[in-house]
């Protein structure tokens, strides 16, 4: 019997909610057709299904929120009978029985020439050290001086959140006017997106030795070849430059494929296809940088066509599983803001990441000539466990010549 289980959509991602199922028991399903809608802290995303088979059961209900590879249903694939193998419990029954504490509250230990303590610290029972509570719901509750004891949660299986503490505390200033609450931030889906960029940035910036480049690209021909071209298309199929951007940077990554790789088990694994993430900003606020795949296959008003599809859907929380883990490079603009260059953050387990400002007007000197062209700034962040200087400066000078004869961009 084959497991479905919580994907991982993302390096910052540790559990995920199952918002719906789109199939049923019993329904025969396909590779690649969406089986669940799963969210997280970035956006609802279509999760597909891996293998062919027929649904056997569900084991986690929508609504619940699980730790990613948590297995969520059971498939039997075509080589299997209807089974009576046994199931594995359900999510919300492991984490009742007998849970071993994630976070166990423990007063910290004194030394005895240690100075004495300023602050509270709250005498812990046995029992109270089997609760289920986060890190920061047992500082806050300590903060307060609070009892744990007889203290509900609300949180998956019953654990103890900081809301939880904040609403024990204001039950417990309404009876004395002396407790000080601390303010909580809200649980927000801007608070959840922030939270995740935070934390994935963050680890980039940890583990990721970075190097950067950048290379001044005329870019007057290319824009010159897109307005001609869009002269002859209908509104609704004209191009805009950052479709060329993508599709050269994409080429480009055939001739350096050391940057088109992910660093898995402690190693560089180069992929071979090219699955440019594109960056898009959230009108809420936050980042995503769903695939764009095989970008370099795709023709330019395909690849044009897919990529106004891929920001309609991640604005509106609707991208696919594939879309959101296959990326195996990103490539960011912030030109439509006026910057004239942008150095990204490595976005793991990527190894690289590209970035173009705004085209500019800038003296140019060509064939000995000096005259106003309008020049756009590449650069390169690079993971220097992966590649040197060398092959990002190849990188860059490869965008910088295919986009000098955009009709072959085609």
């Known amino acids: 019997m084959a497991e479905f289980v919580m994907p991982s959509l993302g390096a910052d991602m540790g559990e995920g909610k199952l918002v719906a199922w789109r199939k049923k028991p019993g329904d025969a399903i396909r590779r690649g ?8 802290d970035k956006a609802a995303v279509d999760v597909e299904c891996h293998i062919n088979g027929v649904i056997e059961r ?8 699980v730790p990613v590879g948590t297995v969520l249903a059971l498939i039997r694939t075509a080589a299997e009978k209807e089974s009576s193998l046994p ?22 230990a004194i030394s005895p020439t240690a100075p004495a303590p300023t602050a509270y610290r709250p005498q812990i029972t046995a029992a109270e050290s089997r609760l289920r509570i986060s890190p920061y719901a047992a500082r806050l509750a300590a903060e307060l001086g609070l009892s744990l004891k007889g203290m509900a949660g609300t949180g998956p299986g019953g654990a103890i959140s900081a809301r939880d503490v904040a609403a024990a505390a204001s039950s417990k200033q309404s009876g004395t006017g002396s407790a000080v609450i601390p303010a909580i931030e809200a649980d927000t889906p801007h608070v959840r997106m922030r939270r995740a960029i935070a934390a994935s940035m963050s680890r980039s910036k940890r583990e990721i030795p970075h190097y950067y480049l950048s290379q001044a690209i005329d870019f007057t021909t290319a824009l010159d070849w897109v307005t001609s071209e869009n002269g002859k298309l209908p509104v609704e199929k004209r191009m805009i430059h950052a479709v060329l951007l993508l599709k050269a940077t994409a080429l480009a990554l055939r001739e350096v494929p050391e940057l088109n790789a992910l660093w898995e088990d402690g ?17 809420g606020g936050g980042l995503i940088a769903p695939a764009l795949h095989d970008t370099d296959k795709a023709d330019l008003a395909e690849l044009m066509q897919r990529f106004r599809d891929l920001v309609k859907r ?23 803001q006026g910057v004239d260059s942008l150095f990204g953050v490595i976005y793991p387990p990527q190894v690289a990441i590209v970035g173009f400002g705004a085209p500019m007007e800038r003296p ?8 106003l062209r309008r020049v756009i700034t590449a650069t390169l962040s690079g993971d220097h466990r992966v590649t040197d200087g060398h092959q990002g400066a190849r990188l860059l000078v490869a965008i910088d010549r295919i986009l000098q004869e955009p009709e072959k961009l085609r």
């Open 33 to 40: 057709e969406i089986i669940a809608e799963v969210e997280t």
């Open 58 to 65: 569900f084991l986690v209900e929508p609504g619940q929120k």
């Open 364 to 371: 140019w000197v060509r064939d000995g000539k000096t005259a």
């Open 267 to 283: 190693r560089s694994v180069q992929k071979e296809n090219i699955h440019v993430g594109a960056a898009i900003s959230l009108r």
């Open 87 to 108: 199931v594995p419990p359900a999510p919300a029954a492991m984490l009742t029985e007998k849970p071993t504490p994630a976070a166990p509250v423990k007063a910290p």
């Open 314 to 336: 991640g604005r509106a929380g609707k991208l696919k599983s594939s879309e959101m883990t296959d990326p195996t490079i990103t490539v960011t603009s912030l030109g439509d």
